[in-house]
C-alpha cells in the first residue's frame, strides 16, 4: 500500500514536471501576439511592492490592450525578491516566453541582477522605482521612468535648506538598505552646498533593517540639538522611530523618502507621525498630466474601496505606456527597434509627469511630489521643481 | 612501470563503467554547451554551484556529524573576493560613488581564477577562526557559532563601504558564460570528496559521525579530523560562492542571509545526509524542480481560470512534494548510500524480482 502510494506520487511528480515544461510552450509563435515580460517580486519579502506594480502595469494593459493591431500580451514571472531567482526568471522571459520587452522589477537590486542578461540578449527593459543610479549606468538596454536617488536627495535638501529654514540635520540611515543610504548621502552632499557649511549635518545614525529599538541614536541626535532629522528608510522601522523621537521629547520636522507612502507607515506611527514630510513620485488628488487624470478615474473605477493610489502603480502605468508609445513609433515588435524607440523618448505624457529618456536611460524629471502625512493621511504639501 | 601499467590497466578493467560514464557526462556537457539556451543554461549552472555548496556542506553535516550552519558566510566571503579583485578597475569609481574604494585595493585586478582559488583560501582561514575554539567543543556550539558569523560576516560587508560598497554591493562583475567553469569545478569537488570519503581521512571523519569517544578510543583525534572536514568545506564553499557572484555579475550583503543555508541544508537533508550521489541528484531536482513548477503560478494552467493559480502557489506544491518525501523517504532519496553501479543493479532485480511476485500471486489468484 505504502509503496504503491509512493510510486503514484512520484507519477505525479513527473508527470507536473513534464506538464510543466511542456505547458507553457504551446502558446508561442503567434505573430498576431506582442509578448511583454513583467518580472516582479510577487513573494518573499518585497512582494507588497511587486504586487502594487503589478496591478499599475496590468492596469494598464487592460486600457489599452493592443498595439499596432496587435494584442499585448503580459507573462509574469516571480522572482521571489530573491537574486538569483531575478536572473533566471529573466532568462526565461526572455529565452522560453521569447517576450519583446521586459518591466520591472521593484528594488534596485534585483534590476540590477536582471540587468545583464537584458544586455547580452538584446532585450529592452524599463525599470518602474528602481531608483538607484546603477541600474540603467553603462546597459543600453536598461531605462527607467522614475526619478533617481540623486535627485530625490536634492529634493528634500531643497526642501528642508528652502522651505523649513534648517541649518542643522540629523541623519538617520537603514545602512542595510541600499536606496537608504544612497539617499542620505545625495542628501548630504546636496544640503552641505545649499547651506555651505561643512557642518551642516551634525550627527549620523545608522539602524538595521528589522531594528525595534532606537532610543540609542536617537539620544545622541536630542544632545546634538538638530533643526530638522532626515530619516529615509523602510516604513515600519521609519515609524517606530518617529514614534520612539517624539517620546523622547524631540519636536523638530521629520523627513523621509519615498517608502514612506504606505498605509502602514500610518497604522504603525499613529498620532506620532502626523507632519512626517516626504517626496514621492505621484499625487492622486492633483495628477499633473491629462493621462495621470485617466489613470487616476481608472483605478479608483476598477478599485473604489481604496484611500489612495500608490505611487509605484502609477509608475507601473507608465512603464507600460511608454512601452506602447515606443512600440507604435518603432513600428515592429523587433525588440532592438523598440529599444531605439525607447531611447528616443521625447516629451511623453506619463502619469506621473511627462517624460524624456536622456542618454543614461533615465527618465529626464525635474520635480518632486511632498506630501505631509495630515489627519491620518498623505496630504499634497508643494511640488519642488530642481533646475539642474 | 610495468606495474604500474598493469595496476592502470586492472584500475580501468574494474571501473570501466565509471570510466565510460565520465566520458559521456563530459561529452554531455560539450553538446549542451554548444546547443543550451541561455534560460536553461543558468539554470543547470546554478544547479552546479548548488551542487558545489551542498557537497561541502554535506562534508561536514553528512560525514562528519557537526551541525554547521556557516555556509552563507563562507559563501559571501568567496562571492566578494570574486567581486572585488575582478571587477575592471576603470569601472570602479561608478560602482563605489558613495565612497571611493580603499586605495589599497582600488588598483589591484585579478584574474578570475586567482580570486576564485583566493576567495577559497581566505573562507577556509576564517574556518579556521571559527573552528579552533568551536571544534573543541562537543554538542551544538559550531551551529551557534556558525549561524552568528554568517550574520556577522554579513553586516560587516554591510558597513565597510569602502571595501564592498555597503549595501549598495558591488555590480559588474565579469560573468562566465560557459558551462565548463561550473560543471568542471563541481566534477573536481565531487572526485575530491569521493575520494577523500573512500581514504582513511573520510573513514576518520565517519567515526567521528558515528561515535566520538570510540574514534578517540581508536586513535582518531577529533579535533584535528573535524577541522580538517571543516576547513575543506569552507574552502570549496568559498569557491562556490565566488562562481555564484559571477554567475549573477552582482553582489549585495542581502543575498547571504542566513535563509540562503537553509537552501542547502534542504538539499543534503533531501538527497541524503551522508551521501555524495545523493546530494548531487537533490541539488538538480531541487534547482530544476522549482522552475518545473513555475506553470503554477500563471493564471489558467488547464484552460481555467482558478484562483489559486497564482504566484506562489508553486512553492506551496514544492513544499508538499518535500513533505511527501521526507514522510516515504527519511533519510533522505539516497539515505548514505551512495549511486554505484551495484545498487542500481540491485535495485532493478529488486523492482523486477517484486513486478514478477506480483504477476505470479495474481496468476496464483485468478487460479483460486
Not at chain 1, 531605462?143 to 536617488?149: E, G, S, T
Not at chain 1, 546636496?190 to 549620523?204: E, N
Not at chain 1, 509605484?312 to 506602447?324: E, F, I, S
Not at chain 1, 506621473?352 to 511632498?370: C, F, H, L, Q, R
Request: include cysteine.
Amino acid at each position: 500500500m505504502k509503496k504503491s502510494l509512493s510510486l503514484l506520487l512520484c507519477l505525479a511528480l513527473v508527470a507536473t514536471m513534464t506538464a510543466g515544461c511542456s505547458g507553457s510552450s504551446t502558446s508561442s509563435d503567434n505573430s498576431d501576439v506582442i509578448k511583454v515580460g513583467v518580472f516582479e517580486p510577487l513573494t518573499g519579502a518585497n512582494a507588497s511592492g511587486g504586487e502594487l506594480e503589478l496591478e499599475g502595469v496590468q492596469l494598464a494593459n487592460q486600457l489599452h490592450p493592443e498595439v499596432l493591431g496587435k494584442k499585448v500580451e503580459l507573462v509574469v514571472a516571480d522572482n521571489k525578491s530573491d537574486k538569483a531567482e531575478a536572473t533566471t526568471a529573466a532568462a526565461r522571459l526572455i529565452e522560453k516566453d521569447k517576450v519583446s520587452a521586459i518591466l520591472g522589477s521593484w528594488g534596485s537590486s534585483l534590476s540590477m541582477a536582471a540587468g545583464d542578461i537584458v544586455k547580452s540578449n538584446k532585450i529592452p527593459a524599463i525599470a518602474l522605482s528602481a531608483t538607484n543610479p546603477q541600474v540603467t549606468l553603462g546597459n543600453d538596454y536598461y531605462f527607467r521612468v522614475c526619478f533617481l536617488d540623486p535627485f530625490q536627495g536634492t529634493v528634500m535638501a531643497n526642501y528642508a535648506y528652502k522651505t523649513l529654514g534648517a541649518k542643522k540635520v540629523a541623519i538617520v540611515q537603514e545602512v542595510s538598505n541600499d536606496y537608504s543610504v544612497g539617499l542620505a548621502k545625495f542628501f548630504t552632499d546636496s544640503f552641505t552646498k545649499l547651506s555651505g557649511d561643512a557642518s551642516a549635518i551634525v550627527s549620523t545614525g545608522n539602524y538595521n533593517t528589522g531594528d525595534q529599538d532606537f532610543n540609542g541614536i536617537l539620544t545622541n541626535i536630542k544632545a546634538t540639538n538638530p533643526d530638522v532629522i532626515f530619516a529615509p528608510g523602510n516604513y515600519t522601522e521609519s515609524a517606530l522611530l518617529i514614534k520612539q523621537a517624539r517620546a523622547l521629547g524631540i519636536t523638530c520636522p521629520i523627513i523621509g523618502g519615498d517608502t514612506w507612502e504606505t498605509n502602514e507607515f500610518i497604522t504603525v506611527g499613529g498620532a506620532d507621525v502626523e507632519g512626517a514630510v516626504m517626496s514621492t513620485f505621484f499625487d492622486d488628488t492633483n495628477p499633473p498630466t491629462e493621462a495621470g487624470k485617466t489613470f487616476v478615474a481608472e483605478y479608483k473605477k476598477l478599485y473604489p474601496d481604496r484611500q489612495n493610489i500608490p505611487a509605484v502603480t502609477a509608475l507601473g502605468y507608465d512603464g507600460y505606456m511608454m512601452l506602447m508609445d515606443a512600440i507604435q513609433r518603432a513600428g515592429s515588435a523587433d525588440p532592438q527597434a523598440i529599444r531605439d524607440a525607447l531611447a528616443t523618448t521625447t516629451n511623453f505624457e506619463g502619469a506621473t509627469g511627462v517624460i524624456t529618456i536622456n542618454a543614461n536611460g533615465d527618465a529626464e524629471k525635474n520635480s518632486a511630489i511632498v506630501k505631509v502625512v495630515k489627519d491620518g493621511k498623505f496630504t499634497y504639501l508643494d511640488t519642488v521643481t530642481i533646475t539642474q | 612501470m610495468k606495474n604500474t601499467q598493469n595496476s592502470l590497466g586492472a584500475y580501468l578493467k574494474k571501473h570501466w563503467k565509471t570510466v565510460v560514464f565520465l566520458v559521456l557526462v563530459l561529452i554531455g556537457i560539450g553538446i549542451a554547451d554548444q546547443f543550451v539556451n541561455s534560460f536553461m543554461r543558468r539554470l543547470l549552472n546554478l544547479s552546479a554551484i548548488y551542487t558545489i555548496v551542498a557537497l561541502s556542506m554535506n562534508l561536514v553535516n553528512g560525514f562528519t556529524g557537526q551541525f554547521s550552519l556557516g555556509q552563507a558566510g563562507f559563501m559571501a566571503i568567496g562571492a566578494y573576493t570574486v567581486a572585488i579583485f575582478t571587477v575592471p578597475v576603470g569601472l570602479r569609481s561608478t560602482i563605489f560613488y558613495l565612497a571611493p574604494m580603499a586605495p589599497l585595493l582600488a588598483n589591484i585586478q585579478l584574474p578570475f581564477v586567482v580570486a576564485l582559488i583566493l576567495g577559497g583560501f581566505l573562507s577556509a582561514g576564517v574556518a579556521f577562526l571559527i573552528g579552533s575554539p568551536c571544534l573543541r567543543l562537543r554538542g551544538d556550539y559550531l551551529a551557534i557559532a556558525t549561524l552568528g558569523f554568517s550574520e556577522i560576516i554579513r553586516i560587516i560587508f554591510t558597513n565597510t563601504q569602502t571595501i564592498t560598497n555597503g549595501a549598495l554591493g558591488i555590480k559588474s562583475i565579469p560573468t562566465i558564460n560557459s558551462l565548463w567553469w561550473t560543471f568542471g569545478i563541481a566534477l573536481i569537488v565531487i572526485i575530491a570528496c569521493f575520494l577523500l570519503i573512500n581514504s582513511s581521512y573520510g573513514r576518520a571523519f565517519k567515526s567521528v559521525r558515528e561515535d566520538e569517544i570510540a574514534a578517540e578510543a581508536m586513535g582518531v583525534s577529533l579535533f584535528k579530523t573535524k577541522m580538517t572536514a571543516f576547513l575543506i568545506s569552507a574552502f570549496f564553499t568559498g569557491i562556490g560562492g565566488g562562481l555564484y557572484a559571477a554567475l549573477l555579475g552582482t553582489v549585495d550583503p542581502k543575498q547571504f542571509y542566513f535563509t540562503l543555508t537553509y537552501n542547502f541544508l534542504l538539499i543534503i537533508v533531501l538527497g541524503g545526509m551522508g551521501s555524495i550521489s545523493g546530494t548531487i541528484i537533490a541539488s538538480f531536482v531541487v534547482t530544476l524542480g522549482q522552475e518545473a513548477l513555475r506553470f503554477l503560478d500563471e493564471p489558467m494552467a488547464f484552460g481555467l481560470d482558478l484562483p489559486i493559480f497564482r504566484p506562489g502557489l508553486r512553492m506551496v506544491v514544492f513544499s508538499f512534494l518535500l513533505m511527501v518525501v521526507v514522510l516515504f523517504y527519511r533519510k533522505g532519496l539516497m539515505g548514505t548510500n551512495e549511486l554505484t553501479w551495484n545498487f542500481i543493479i540491485n535495485k532493478y532485480r529488486s523492482i523486477k524480482s517484486r513486478f514478477t511476485k506480483k504477476a505470479a500471486s495474481a496468476q496464483g489468484g485468478d487460479s483460486k
